[in-house]
């Protein structure tokens, strides 16, 4: 039902608005459409802070959770604990699912950062951001390529300065034409004979890591059950061989 406007009339007493029997009976049956609407699952999701102008963390009016709200406060906080308390407040949760229980070939789940190619770049290559914020493919024979700088995947190929996407820690990534066999545990490291490639070591040992003078020991993560997937645990600390 539309809403009913009671009629007041041009002027006041002038005879021409609505009896007040007439009126009563509009004013009862919008009451009622109200008390019905509300009683049903059908709900209308109102942006608190657009109504009349107020900012409704400065006012009673409680904020309603949209998505512009919810974009809003990530990015002014963009923080894990931030994510966490969304989750908390409007699902109830704080459980986080990296994709599927098992990744096909080519598949991946996590974290990414959108970013440039410094450097063709193909799905599954490790990389790492130079100084003028490009993705190289990051090899451990220095640490100017693999030890103090950001590290990450790519899951979108690309050529020099292309856009890419580059999947960050934590995470989970599948490229069999680019990893070796990864048993479960296993220790993965940066590769120092191949750039944009992950060596493995035997699980709970070093076996495997690069050693040569001025290489760099660097984890990436550890293999998965099915032996094929990683899962990216990127550390920050690094050491150097001299």
């Not at 090899?139 to 890419?164: E, I, P, Y």
Request: aromatic fraction near 8%.
């Amino acid at each position: 039902m539309a809403k009913q406007v009671i009629g007041r009339g041009t002027t006041a007493n002038d005879g021409t608005g609505d009896p007040l029997r007439d009126a009563f009976d509009k004013v009862n049956d919008n009451f009622t459409e109200l008390y019905v609407s509300g009683s049903t699952a059908k709900t209308t999701i109102v942006d608190a802070d657009s109504i009349g102008g107020v900012n409704s963390e400065s006012s009673s009016i409680p904020a309603r959770w949209t998505w512009a709200n919810i974009k809003a406060w990530l990015w002014a906080s963009p923080t894990f604990t931030t994510l966490v308390n969304l989750c908390k407040t409007v699902l109830g949760a704080v459980s986080f699912q990296l994709g599927p229980a098992t990744l096909s070939d080519g598949q991946w789940s996590g974290i990414t950062e959108p970013g440039t190619a410094g450097a063709t770049l193909a799905f599954g290559d490790l990389c790492y951001q130079y100084s003028d914020g490009k993705w190289k493919l990051a090899k451990a024979d220095a640490a100017t390529t693999s030890g103090g700088v950001r590290l990450g995947f790519c899951v979108l190929a690309g050529t020099a300065n292309a856009a890419t996407e580059i999947l960050l820690s934590p995470g989970r990534i599948r490229a069999d034409s680019k990893f070796p066999t990864l048993p479960v545990g296993q220790v993965c490291y940066v590769s120092s004979a191949t750039a944009g490639a992950i060596v493995a070591g035997a699980a709970g040992a070093t076996t495997g890591q690069p050693s040569a003078t001025d290489s760099v020991t660097r984890v990436v993560g550890y293999g998965s059950a099915n032996a094929k997937e990683l899962i990216v645990e990127i550390e920050h600390t690094y050491l150097t061989h001299v």
